[in-house]
């Protein structure tokens, strides 16, 4: 994700965008809850990259349409990139400056070739999605954004959004992230005296291994005369000073902040390792507290009211297990999903509105092996549950009951029972490494993987008539 505080690099801006462009956040399906490709413990450091939660995708007007490029007997046309352009710009970070009509049109059609070759190449290995995968991440998404199925229908034929097509984009979307995770990730070697060298010689080791920052982002249009400028700063100012005198934070950000991409979670990018954060947000908040904002911050977006939420240090890391319980009522075509979220509902009302035992209700109606035990699912690390899960599960305080949530499972309730941080091993510091290392080198890894996958490709480009 390109970040609004950080100058794009042009091409992976777009790339980042193009992916972005469908609604849900999913990794490879699994025949469990527990996600058994992660990692034993990941120290808050994120795993696969995400695919977005906005929920408008609008069209563009039609205009006489021609092929442009023709991608393994495939093709792409002019309108193709005409929407795919107007998407881009109606969902760019704010702050952030795409390149000129013309390059961007470039660099889009550019990412739709490599979409067409990956997806051509994810056929020929035998990779695929399941219809009842799609229905659930759709399930999903209109969950996420507090919809129905068919009401999310409704917004998508106002937004002139054909429902099928809709559906068969999304599920190429799933296929290019599962094939790009795959085959990328499997490039990338990481020895173990490349995590000895990062451990004795890194920032990233001797400091912070991560840091939790929230931020409000003023910004700054990119020909904004001195005035303009100089109005800006004194807002920011303003606001700084609110944060630091006490002001709700939170509150702050959603009234002045421009970046969409943190704005309703108060600001916060969650812990990330400092190598995944620009240098001057790291220097900020370098000789902070936990709690206290930093001076302002100027960047190439604008300028940034940083807070330092939590710090996680080297000497002293640890990291967050939760002990949770659920009851699952799983997919079955006899049974719609929203039915099973009605049904969840009515057992949570009378967990909490009238006194019913969590444990004896998952005995009684959780389709999961966990409901002998009343649910319980145990201490659990970050990154061992599927990520609308593991959301829902963040989100709670101890005792608290979740609404239902839709998974590629079925439909959820979930309470949280306790959480506990716990220190770092030496082998969970060198895992944490590992995951830090393996993140810097995705994007040059993928660009090298896309290259040689294009070149084997048949591509034809086509002038327009």
């Known amino acids: 994700m390109t970040h609004p505080f950080r100058k794009p690099r042009l091409r ?34 994120p795993g696969a990259r995400q695919l977005s939660t906005d929920l408008k995708l609008p069209g563009k007007p039609t205009t006489a349409d021609y092929i442009v490029a023709v991608v393994d007997q495939e093709p792409i046309t002019h309108i193709d990139v005409d929407k795919r352009v107007a998407r881009i710009q109606e969902t760019a970070p704010a702050g952030s ?12 059609l550019d990412a739709l070739i490599d979409e067409k070759v990956q997806i051509s190449h994810a056929r020929s290995v035998g990779l695929s999605v ?36 809709y559906r068969a984009s999304l599920r ?68 700084q000073e609110q944060a630091r005198s006490g002001g709700n934070f939170n509150q702050l950000v959603r009234t002045h902040s421009a970046d969409t991409n943190t704005k309703e979670r108060g600001g916060a990018f969650g812990m990330m390792p400092i190598s995944r954060l620009p240098d001057l947000f790291v220097s900020a908040a370098r000789d902070l507290q936990v709690g206290e904002v930093a001076p302002l911050v100027r960047s190439n977006a604008g300028f940034h009211i940083v807070k330092l939420i939590e710090r996680e240090n080297s000497a002293e890391a640890t990291y967050t297990q939760q002990r949770s319980r659920h009851i699952l009522l799983r997919s079955n075509p006899k049974e719609s999903t929203q039915a099973q979220v009605a049904r969840l509902a009515e057992i949570r009302k009378e967990i909490v509105s009238e006194g019913a035992s969590f444990a004896q209700m998952a005995r009684q ?48 309730l979930i309470q949280l029972i306790e959480r506990r941080e716990v220190k770092l091993t030496d082998a969970q510091k060198r895992e944490a490494a590992r995951s830090v290392l393996r993140e810097r080198r995705f994007e040059s890894t993928y660009e090298d993987w896309a290259r040689e996958l294009r070149a084997a490709a048949w591509v034809e480009m086509r002038d327009a008539p």
């Open 97 to 108: 400056r795409l390149p000129p009509p013309d390059e961007l049109r470039r660099q889009v």
């Open 130 to 165: 399941s219809d009842a995968e799609v229905d659930a991440a759709i399930e999903n998404i209109a969950s996420q954004n507090k919809l129905s199925l068919r009401e999310m229908q409704r917004r998508m034929e106002a937004d002139g959004l054909d429902y099928p097509r």
């Open 365 to 412: 109606h959780s389709q999961d092996g966990s409901a002998a035990n009343g649910g319980d699912l145990g201490w659990a690390s970050p990154g061992q549950f599927v990520p609308e899960f593991e959301r829902a599960l963040m989100a709670l305080q101890a005792g608290e009951i979740s609404q239902p949530i839709v998974s590629r499972f079925g439909v959820h």
């Open 172 to 239: 190429e979307q799933i296929v290019l992230q599962r094939l790009r995770d795959r085959e990328v990730n499997a490039r990338i070697q990481i020895s173990d005296s490349d995590i000895d060298a990062f451990l004795a010689t890194d920032p990233a080791a001797q400091t912070e291994v991560a840091l939790n920052l929230a931020h409000i982002l003023i910004p700054v249009p990119e020909q904004a005369t001195p005035a303009q400028i100089e109005a800006l700063q004194t807002k920011a100012r303003q606001v």
């Open 12 to 45: 992976p801006l777009v790339q980042g965008l193009c992916l972005s462009l469908l609604l849900t956040s999913l990794t490879p399906a699994q025949a469990q809850l527990r996600n058994p490709d992660a990692p034993s413990v990941v120290p808050r450091i």
